[in-house]
């Protein structure tokens, strides 16, 4: 009876447990359900919204939007090109009610970027400063600017320049500065009595600022001593290196460098032979920094401005830093002459217009202006584009380096490199590292037999 | 009882499903698609099979990068992974100056690592750089021109593997930290009452007990250090010689400086295959 009365008494708890839960599950299942509506309107808007905003980013990507007066510009970090497109910039927009956006990325971020933006078709940027080697893998993207100066202002452009801008028929940038490598001594350890007896004790001639491959290696091995190297070898790698080998070959009678017209190469002949084995020469005479192989123009000129070289063979622009480190002490003179001559490869910059800019005729007043103000680069870099520009610094004490250049840039073998899209691509995974090899001991005729086979390789690809 | 049915599950997933189409799926599906092809003058496609693998492995260039990276990864995560344990089993220690003594480690990980490479260029130039003046001056070397880190071919990759072990050793010593917090000190008390080792300790105590930790963290590595750019460019740019030039750096020479899209796509998908299936191989090593 009692266990009867117990599981009635059970049985009713049960249930009415069982109603509080039905009832608890009734509650849950309502406010679930509005909990999921509610969640469903949210993704629902969330969608929405997101859809939204990436199509409106989209939509305002690039410069060419036509109510903003911005004219956007894009520049190499920390380099003249910057600093004069900065100073200029106020009296362009008084001028033309146009603002300039100076975008200022390291030097091989210039050339990523118009790549990306010319190979998709779409100009983020309106105009540029590039180096010459990019013109044939970005020439398909830039517009041409014959028209944008006159016939006079052409004229004033420096020997080569009009050349190396020139890709079929067509010239698609204005020369902001062109530069070539030339020596930079120190002259006071060449006008040093003392030094000019030992040497000529030692060699058989006077001591004069080198002009021969025999005086400049003569030379270095004679100033590698307490502390000081004569001279560097470029070795690091990159182009760099490349370019400054390749001066030597045009010396030793290269023309053209490397690849002809008719796309035959050119690599395995004597002046390229000739030219490395000079190199290995001076390394074999210890007369150079033992760590060539990661050495190139800024190592050399923290090199020569900390009193460790005697010479360096620079980039022009490099005297003015070098005389503002070593006061009264830097001379400068002209590239050295092999058995065909003085020789070198330029390395101007060009202001240059993207074909792809909505807003190219902005772009074009803004390159005839700028090509106005060329000057400017001269007081920045210590060199130009314009022949008027270095006619008017020649015999000027504190440009002593712009006859130099003036002097290499006439010399007979001074020529450009090829003006073909495959350079980038011969020059990084051939040349650089079959150049590192020779420096570091391997047969140069060897190793430029088979850089030839490769060059050929990637030019019938 | 469902209270959240199929339809709602998949409209959960949507906003994540589109992220993933847009930027995994689709780029994915270029790049495959772009390692079969190559792209001509005018931006169009031609197909082209297996021409352009065929190509990757006929390079010497990409085995020589393939190559290093494997040397590369060997040794960094080698490295990181012995050093981080050992100063994770220091730092668990508490004694004064620790807490100073731990920020100052962990102070490489808030560097990028394009800065870390720069400072490092310097720090080993021979010329001007910290390293060679000290190893000189106590003696180790006889000159700054001693030791060429930079301008050796068969050390620069050794130089790269530096400067990467002190930039990311703080990763692993903060993974293994976390791992070795959580084991019981139980474990610890019963050992010593037995009478074991320091060593011992570590050997069959803490590393049994952080493999979850210790496999999870080499993976995340391993696929970081194949992937390294920043250092090797800033240190390098993969000289002399190719000699510290890793697939990442050369990849993007043949896609970025070259526009060979065809055969950089179809060198990544090797590339990707690769690390997925080293991935695939470390997770069924955890899930076991």
């Known amino acids: ?461 | 009882m469902n209270t959240i049915n199929r339809k709602t599950m998949l409209y959960f997933f949507l906003p994540a499903a589109i992220f993933m189409l847009v930027f995994l799926l689709y780029p994915l599906i270029t790049l495959i698609i772009d390692s079969f092809s190559m792209t001509l003058g005018d931006g169009s496609r031609e197909f082209v099979g297996l021409s352009n693998y065929i190509k990757a492995f006929s390079s010497a260039t990409f085995l020589k990068a393939f190559k290093n990276t494997i040397i590369y990864v060997f040794l960094a995560v080698g490295l990181e992974t012995v050093l981080g344990l050992f100063l994770s089993i220091v730092l668990t220690h508490k004694y004064k100056g620790f807490t100073a003594l731990r920020t100052l480690m962990l102070s490489p990980l808030m560097i990028a690592p394009i800065v870390a490479g720069l400072i490092w260029k310097f720090m080993l130039s021979n010329q001007f750089g910290i390293i060679n003046a000290l190893l000189v001056k106590f003696g180790l070397i006889e000159s700054t021109s001693s030791i060429l880190w930079l301008a050796n071919p068969n050390i620069t990759l050794i130089s790269v593997v530096i400067a990467d072990v002190w930039l990311t050793t703080p990763f692993m010593m903060l993974m293994f930290l976390a791992g070795i917090q959580g084991i019981s000190d139980g474990l610890y008390e019963a050992a010593v009452m037995e009478g074991a080792s320091k060593i011992q300790m570590i050997f069959r105590i803490i590393i049994p007990n952080i493999k979850p930790v210790l496999f999870s963290a080499l993976i995340v590595r391993i696929i970081d250090a194949a992937r390294s750019f920043d250092i090797i460019w800033a240190m390098t740019q993969g000289g002399p010689n190719n000699s510290s030039e890793l697939l990442s750096v050369h990849i993007y020479k043949m896609l970025q400086r070259y526009s060979d899209i065809g055969l950089s796509s179809a060198m990544a998908m090797i590339f990707i295959s690769v690390l997925i299936s080293i991935t695939l191989i470390f997770r069924k090593k955890i899930n076991n």
């Not at chain 1, 940027?125 to 202002?153: C, M, N, R, Y």
């Not at chain 1, 000529?200 to 190297?229: C, R, S």
């Not at chain 1, 017209?261 to 000079?278: A, Q, R």
């Not at chain 1, 050495?295 to 830093?321: D, P, R, V």
Request: charged residues 25%; contains cysteine.
């Open chain 1, 1 to 461: 009876m009692q266990t009867l009365q117990k599981t009635k008494i059970k049985a009713s708890y049960a249930k009415s447990e069982g109603a509080r839960g039905l009832q608890t599950v009734h509650f849950l299942k309502k406010h679930t359900n509005r909990g999921v509506i509610f969640l469903k309107s949210f993704v629902k808007l969330a969608m929405l919204a997101t859809a939204v905003t990436v199509l409106g980013a989209c939509g305002n990507s690039n410069s060419s939007n036509e109510s903003d007066k911005t004219l956007t510009i894009l520049v190499e970090g920390g380099s003249p090109a910057e600093k004069v497109a900065k100073e200029t910039a106020a009296e362009f927009k008084e001028k033309s009610g146009y603002e300039i956006k100076i975008d200022s990325v390291p030097y091989s971020g210039v050339y990523d970027k118009l790549k990306a933006e010319i190979d998709a078709k779409k100009a983020t940027h309106d105009a540029a400063i590039i180096d010459v080697l990019w013109f044939p893998a970005l020439a398909k993207g830039l517009s041409p600017v014959s028209d944008v100066i006159t016939q006079e202002q052409l004229d004033d452009f420096l020997p080569q320049l009009d050349d190396s801008a020139t890709i079929d028929g067509e010239l698609l940038g204005l020369p902001t500065w062109t530069n070539s490598k030339i020596l930079l001594y120190r002259k006071d350890l060449f006008e040093d009595e003392t030094n000019k007896e030992a040497f000529a004790a030692k060699y058989g001639y006077d001591l004069t600022v080198p002009k021969t491959w025999q005086e400049y290696k003569d030379a270095a091995e004679f100033f590698t001593k307490d502390g000081m190297y004569g001279t560097s070898v470029f070795g690091q790698t990159g182009g760099d290196a490349v370019s400054s080998w390749l001066d030597l070959a045009a010396q030793a009678g290269a023309n053209p460098l490397i690849i002809d017209d008719n796309n035959k190469v050119l690599v395995d002949e004597k002046p390229y032979v000739e030219s490395l084995e000079y190199l290995q020469s001076l390394i074999k005479d210890k007369s150079v920094p033992e760590d060539y192989l990661s050495i190139a123009s800024t190592e050399t000129a923290e090199l020569f401005n900390s009193g460790k070289l005697a010479m360096q063979i620079a980039w022009g622009h490099f005297y003015l830093t070098s005389e503002e480190a070593l006061p009264g002490k830097v001379g400068a003179a002209p590239a050295l002459s092999g058995s065909a001559g003085i020789g070198a490869v330029p390395g101007p910059w060009y202001q240059v217009i993207l074909k792809d800019s909505e807003k190219k005729d902005v772009a074009e007043e803004y390159l005839a202006f700028m090509y106005d103000k060329n000057e400017m680069y001269m007081d920045t870099l210590g060199i130009a584009g314009r022949k008027s520009v270095f006619e008017k610094y020649t015999n000027n004490e504190a440009y002593a380096h712009i006859d130099a250049i003036s002097a290499t840039l006439d010399g007979p073998q001074t020529q450009n490199r090829p003006k073909i899209s495959e350079w980038t691509q011969i020059e990084n995974e051939v040349l650089s590292p079959m150049l590192q090899r020779v420096l570091a001991g391997e047969d140069a005729q060897k190793e430029l037999n088979a850089a030839k086979v490769e060059i050929e390789n990637i030019m019938n690809n």
